[in-house]
């Protein structure tokens, strides 16, 4: 859907979430191009400005954009898995309005010139905002540090090997310590290469199925071993998409002793375990592998406690070749921009959390790990917005996607929780509702209107 130009904007009638400020309940927005003007429970006392469009959300809830925190959009280099047009399609009918997008592009983000040209393309796109991660180690080798400086003045949010381990101690002390000295923060994929040969979780399954296994061991020992170099270093930390029980012990630990870290989850590992790979099904063949029942419950209990900061879709697209494959030759990852919010609303629809604790996670806590200004809703913010049903029932179904990948394993699944409008600097770039209305005569909930 093209953009429509930002003008005034009145949201009436909707469930305003602000986790920032923590309120919930009914509210009304103005915004003005790029901004949010002003927010109060009863703004206009129903006389609103003549050339102000009226969005009425329907009793539906308002919140901040989704902030994703880790994603993969393949441009450039791989651009037949994913575009960050693609990328950015699928994100605002997700309702993210923020990406961090690893550098594990080709060429990769190492230098100033490719994280540039991606910042620069998805400005143009004017859809999903995209921020880049740099390259903690030149080429992603793990050998040699990046010049990270010259990243962060280039815009890089923090440096990551991306969906590699900064496996040599030494490589991690330096690369902790250089961060330390400049307020930056290292994002680690916390999995030992030496014992992650396999292709799925270890255990009585993998044995069953005559499948390699991943000992969980090899995310609980790179943990282990990271939190001595951070207490060594006094450096920043953030460990990406834990799986284990034993890993949310580990970030407690670090928590309570004070250490500089903080990390997230990912949908796929409170919402489902590895029983999903079912009858060899690659689309559940993820890094980390899908865990067992213990492990998934214990990341439920990490997001309940705030000792998980964050919770990001790691979108891993891919492309049919390399998914329909025999298991142990399809490549790892799952699509996990398009069903982030549904998906997530699961741990508020099963009664696990509230469904502000939940919006946290998903908007303002990654935004403040990240350093940016975003996932709130305030006075003089940017007017990124997301309006969605809790209750909205729909059917994941991953050829209907608008992300190129359609390698999701929630594909088939029932989920509550649907998109309606995604906004972006104030210019709606998604409205389901618009579209829908379009093709039936229905009255439009949700919609704008001149008045």
């Known amino acids: ?11 009436v009638n909707a469930r305003i979430l602000d986790p920032a400020s ?87 983000m ?3 010139a490719t994280l540039e040209f991606v910042a620069r393309r998805a400005r143009l796109l004017q859809l999903s905002k995209v921020y880049c991660y740099g390259a903690a180690t030149k080429g992603l080798q793990g050998k040699e540090l990046a010049e990270m400086g010259l990243l962060a003045k280039a815009g890089a949010l923090a440096f990551t090997d991306a969906t590699k381990a900064i496996a040599d101690a030494q490589v991690m002390r330096r690369a902790l310590s250089y961060a330390a000295t400049f307020g930056l923060l290292i994002v680690q994929h916390a999995e030992e290469p030496t014992l992650a040969t396999g292709v799925m979780a270890a255990g009585e399954i993998a044995t ?61 590992y409170f919402a489902l375990n590895e029983l999903a790979v079912g009858d060899y099904r690659t689309f559940a063949k993820l890094s980390p592998p899908l865990r067992g029942e213990e492990d998934r419950v214990a990341i439920v209990e990490g997001l309940q406690s705030g000792v998980i900061d964050a919770i990001a879709s790691d979108h891993a697209p891919q492309d049919s070749d390399s998914k329909r494959l025999p298991f142990p030759q399809a490549a790892f990852g799952g699509s996990g921009l398009e069903t982030l919010l549904a998906v997530s609303l699961g741990l508020y629809h099963n009664e696990d959390m509230k469904l502000l604790d ?52 929630f594909d088939g699944r029932p989920v509550q929780g649907q998109v309606l409008r995604t906004v972006v600097d104030g210019r709606t770039v998604f409205d389901v509702l618009a579209a829908e209305s379009a093709s039936t005569s229905e009255p439009k909930r949700a919609t704008a209107k001149k008045r």
Request: proline letters at 6%.
């Open 1 to 11: 859907m093209s953009a429509i130009k930002a003008g005034r904007t009145a949201y």
């Open 110 to 112: 190492d230098d100033e």
């Open 208 to 268: 069953r199925m005559g499948l390699s296994g991943i000992p969980r061991e090899a995310e609980i020992i790179m943990l282990e071993r990271d939190m001595r170099l951070v207490a060594m270093t006094g450096g920043r930390y953030h460990a990406a998409h834990i799986s284990t029980s034993d890993s949310v012990a580990i970030i407690a630990k670090a928590k309570k002793d004070g250490l500089k870290v903080t990390c997230d989850t990912a949908p796929f």
């Open 358 to 409: 939940v919006i946290r996670r998903l908007t303002v806590a990654p935004a403040q790990i990240l350093g940016l200004d975003a996932g709130q809703l305030a006075k003089g913010k940017k007017a990124d917005l997301v309006i969605f049903d809790p209750d909205r029932g729909w059917k994941v179904i991953a050829d209907k996607f608008k992300s190129k990948s359609k390698n999701s394993p």
């Open 22 to 108: 923590g309120f919930d309940g009914p509210g009304e927005l103005l915004t003005n191009g790029e901004d949010i003007v002003d927010l109060a429970p009863s703004l206009f006392d129903g006389k609103i400005p003549s050339d102000v469009e009226i969005v009425d959300c329907g009793g539906h809830c308002l919140a901040p954009g989704l902030v994703d925190m880790r994603a993969q959009l393949r441009e450039p280099g791989e651009e037949h898995k994913e575009s960050l047009k693609s990328g950015g399609e699928a994100a605002v009918a997700g309702g993210v309005t923020t990406i961090a997008c690893l550098p594990n592009t080709n060429p990769i």
